[in-house]
């Protein structure tokens, strides 16, 4: 018979504990079908300790889809020793194919899963201003276009989804192509606003 194995955490270690266990699951599970029973079990841990660390469910979710915007801003850092328009490439391409990858994962960030909560947006919105921010600086744009750089990331964001909806052998575009494309809109963006 096997027993379930517990294990005394840090405070910060638990909580990281429990979002993993949670990112795993609200990939697919929405947060209406998301069982705190079944995620404290998988913790090893009680119902009640789990609710010591985040106090509702809403709580617990948000704490996922936070640590999924980190993690997103993570996977599409570029390197800061490359040239400005490497830099922006590098992003562009580690957006499209972050959200290929988890396209349903993608759209639960933005749009929520049965979460009329304002902190969900302003998590979106974080990994939005991110990524804004580190296109203006590799670029050296002038902050004047930080606005028009915001709107260019949710064109990104967009084509991204529309073209990671279709099976990857019936797509009229390359991910080379799409990244390109992207790359020109910012181009014609950047010098209409100058």
Not at 28 to 44: K, N, V
Not at 100 to 109: G, K, P, V
Not at 161 to 172: E, N, V
Request: net charge neutral.
């Amino acid at each position: 018979m096997s027993e379930t194995v517990r294990r005394r955490l840090s405070a910060d270690d638990r909580r990281r504990q429990l979002v993993g266990i949670g990112l795993s699951k609200i990939i697919d599970t929405p947060i209406q079908d998301l069982s705190m029973d079944q995620i404290a079990a998988e913790a090893g841990i009680s119902r009640g300790l789990l609710f010591h660390y985040f106090p509702t469910k809403t709580d617990f979710y948000l704490a996922c889809i936070g640590a999924a915007g980190r993690r997103i801003l993570r996977n599409t850092a570029p390197a800061e020793d490359d040239d400005g328009p490497t830099q922006v490439r590098t992003m562009v391409t580690a957006m499209v194919q972050q959200i290929d990858r988890r396209r349903a994962f993608y759209l639960t960030l933005v749009h929520g899963s049965g979460v009329a909560d304002p902190r969900l947006a302003e998590v979106h919105e974080s990994v939005r201003s991110v990524s804004t921010d580190r296109v203006v600086a590799a670029l050296g744009l002038d902050a004047g276009l930080h606005a028009v750089v915001h709107a260019w990331w949710a064109y990104v964001e967009d084509r991204a989804l529309t073209w990671s909806a279709s099976p990857p052998d019936r797509r009229t575009q390359t991910l080379e192509g799409l990244v390109a494309h992207c790359e020109r809109a910012l181009a014609a963006l950047c010098s209409q606003d100058a």
